[in-house]
C-alpha cells in the first residue's frame, strides 16, 4: 500500500537524510562510500564502523556539522540523535571548524602534578583564549584533555598529530613559534 509519495529508497543518503537544500547538502565520493560498505561489512553489526566513518566525514568536511551527523545516520540508518550522542560524547571529533593546528595539553594526575596547570595558563597568556577555544586568526585550537598515555614524560601535549613531552614555558614557545 503506498501514500501516493515517492518512494525514498532509491534517493541518496543526502536525501534520505533530509539534506535538501543544496547549500547543506554532504556526501562522501563514490570511493568514499565503497569504503563506508567496506568498514560496515567488516563488523558483525555494521554499527561497528559508525567511529572511522565518522572520522572519515571530519578528514572530508573539516568538522562534524549537524548536517553530517543526518548525513552519516542515513548511511547506518540510526537516527541522527544517535551519531550526535556519540560525536558528543568523544573529544576526538570537532563540531565546529578547528583552527589549522590543535594543541591539546594532558591534564590528568601524572601531567597535572609535573605541571600542566602552569602549561595550560602559559598558553591562556599566549594564545589569548581558553581551552576549548580558537584563536581569533583560526591559527590554533587550544584543548585540554584527558590522559594521552605519555606520564613518563609530563607535562605533555599532543600538536596536531605528534607528542610533544617534558613541556616548558620555553618550550611552548618554540612550539607556537614553528607552527606556520
Known amino acids: 500500500m503506498t501514500d501516493g509519495a515517492p518512494s525514498t529508497s ?19 565520493s563514490e570511493a568514499q562510500l565503497g569504503e563506508v560498505r567496506r568498514l560496515q561489512s567488516v563488523y558483525p553489526d555494521a554499527r561497528g564502523a559508525l567511529l572511522p566513518v565518522l572520522h572519515m566525514a571530519q578528514e572530508t568536511f573539516g568538522y562534524i556539522s549537524l548536517e553530517v551527523e543526518e548525513y552519516v545516520a542515513a548511511l547506518f540508518d540510526l537516527s541522527p540523535a544517535h551519531v550526535h550522542e556519540v560525536v558528543t560524547f568523544y573529544t576526538l571529533y570537532f563540531r565546529e571548524r578547528p583552527g589549522r593546528h590543535i594543541v591539546a595539553v594532558c591534564h590528568n594526575l601524572s601531567c597535572h602534578l609535573a605541571g600542566a596547570p602552569g602549561i595550560i595558563a602559559h ?3 599566549k594564545l589569548g583564549v581558553d581551552p576549548g577555544e580558537t584563536t581569533a586568526d583560526r591559527r590554533v585550537t587550544f584543548l585540554t584533555v584527558e590522559c594521552l598515555c605519555a606520564c613518563e614524560a609530563a607535562p605533555m601535549a599532543q600538536v596536531d598529530d605528534r607528542y610533544e613531552l617534558n613541556l616548558t614555558p620555553e618550550k611552548i614557545d618554540r612550539l607556537l613559534e614553528g607552527l606556520p
Open 10 to 28: 532509491n534517493r541518496t543518503p543526502a536525501v534520505q537524510a533530509g539534506l535538501s537544500d543544496p547549500a547543506t547538502i554532504v556526501s562522501f
Open 123 to 125: 598558553l591562556k597568556q
